[in-house]
């Protein structure tokens, strides 16, 4: 089992992600955590909420599994598939700004923000 599937907040994935990184003994470790943050949230993440495709979801499985510390696509747990978005304004909030704000300012009360953004979107096991 992926010790993340029992951490219900963001804020919790985030904390045990970079102590992954800082516990892998190479070099840098916030650094390459902090650029693959911001790969993933400030630019997959925005890109995808525009423009939802395949070719975006798995960009944004990909730098998922880099941010989990994991060099190999693990195609049993990851759905390939675009999320059905039936409520196009909360995936833009969620996509755009919450992630972007998440992405620059990793704090308790924009994680709080970026989760209650996920909820109202309606998509499952899409944070």
Same mark, same amino acid.
């Given at each position: 089992?992926?010790?993340?599937?029992?951490?219900?907040?963001?804020?919790?994935?985030?904390?045990? @992600? !970079? &102590? =992954?990184?800082?516990?892998?003994? %190479?070099?840098?470790?916030?650094?390459?955590?902090?650029? *693959?943050?911001? $790969?993933?949230?400030?630019?997959?993440?925005?890109?995808?909420?525009?423009?939802?495709?395949?070719?975006?979801?798995?960009?944004?499985?990909?730098?998922?599994?880099?941010?989990?510390? @994991? !060099? &190999? =696509?693990?195609?049993?747990?990851? %759905?390939?598939?675009?999320?059905?978005?039936?409520?196009? *304004?909360?995936? $833009?909030?969620?996509?755009?700004?919450?992630?972007?704000?998440?992405?620059?300012?990793?704090?308790?009360?924009?994680?709080?923000?970026?989760?209650?953004?996920?909820?109202?979107?309606?998509?499952?096991?899409?944070?």
């Amino acid at each position: 089992m992926n010790p993340l599937d029992f951490m219900d907040t963001s804020e919790e994935r985030y904390q045990f @992600r !970079r &102590r =992954l990184f800082e516990r892998d003994g %190479k070099r840098f470790p916030r650094l390459r955590h902090w650029l *693959l943050w911001i $790969l993933h949230n400030n630019i997959v993440h925005p890109i995808l909420g525009l423009f939802p495709s395949e070719r975006l979801v798995r960009w944004h499985k990909v730098t998922s599994q880099w941010l989990n510390h @994991r !060099r &190999r =696509l693990d195609t049993t747990v990851y %759905k390939w598939e675009i999320p059905k978005v039936n409520k196009r *304004l909360p995936w $833009l909030i969620h996509n755009i700004l919450s992630h972007s704000l998440i992405g620059l300012f990793p704090f308790g009360w924009a994680f709080r923000w970026h989760d209650s953004t996920a909820e109202k979107m309606g998509i499952p096991d899409w944070v």
